[in-house]
């Protein structure tokens, strides 16, 4: 049992390159997310998915897609990379437990645009 | 809206001695309040949760929480800290169950635990 697994761990871009963040967790989750971490911001959500086939936008998702490919996985996709997207990116998904979503987090990617 | 503040970037504690690391929330509903951890270079690890019930809350590792409505606040607390437990906490926020968007994060708050 793996969990949540990010690929890859580390990037460098060049401005206007595009990248595929790739996430998958092997716990049977329905919910899925991406959020970037910036130094004193904390985490924001970029995207998020409710279940298979659903997708949603969260706080910060001007400059990304996201596909969840199946219950398995979801991918986080950077078009033109700008240098403002240079941060480390955390895939994370959740279950139900009792009454309140649990969120369980891959191990990040980082993320550098040049 | 909801939102998260930790007041504190840094926390410095001798090891041995209690630590606590403040978090204060602001939601409309019901609050559900989290505390992760992350330790350098890995991504961030539940702790504990406030739901509902007793307001102190016991978690992972030696850690609890303490929720108080009044003051609308959710302090980590463990009454004797570690080197190990040096690491980012943060604390998070969601207004009602089952919402996949609704976890809002503070900015983490960097405790170090010195020999």
């Known amino acids: 049992n793996a969990g949540v697994t990010q690929t890859p761990k580390f990037q460098v871009l060049k401005t206007g390159q595009s990248m595929t963040l790739q996430c998958a967790q092997d716990m049977n989750h329905n919910s899925m997310y991406w959020y970037r971490q910036d130094p004193g911001m904390g985490l924001r959500l970029i995207y998020y998915s409710a279940s298979e086939g659903t997708t949603d936008k969260g706080e910060v998702p001007n400059g990304y897609n996201v596909s969840r490919l199946n219950k398995r996985e979801f991918s986080l996709r950077l078009e033109s990379a700008a240098p403002s997207q240079t941060s480390v990116y955390f895939c994370a998904s959740s279950e139900l437990r009792g009454s309140v979503y649990e969120q369980y987090f891959g191990p990040g990617t980082r993320l550098t645009v040049t | 809206a909801q939102s998260v503040a930790q007041p504190e970037d840094q926390v410095n504690v001798a090891e041995g001695n209690p630590l606590t690391v403040k978090c204060t929330y602001s939601v409309s509903g019901n609050p559900y309040l989290f505390w992760y951890v992350q330790y350098p270079n890995r991504g961030l690890q539940f702790l504990l949760k406030?739901?509902?019930?007793?307001?102190l809350v016991k978690g992972s590792y030696g850690f609890e929480a303490e929720f108080n409505k009044s003051q609308t606040s959710f302090h980590l607390k463990k009454p004797s800290a570690l080197v190990s437990d040096s690491a980012l906490y943060f604390c998070?926020?969601?207004?009602?169950?089952?919402?996949?968007?609704?976890?809002?994060f503070g900015s983490g708050t960097q405790l170090t635990v010195l020999p």
């Open positions: 998070a926020v969601r207004d009602g169950a089952g919402s996949a968007r609704q976890l809002t």
């Open positions: 406030y739901i509902t019930g007793d307001n």
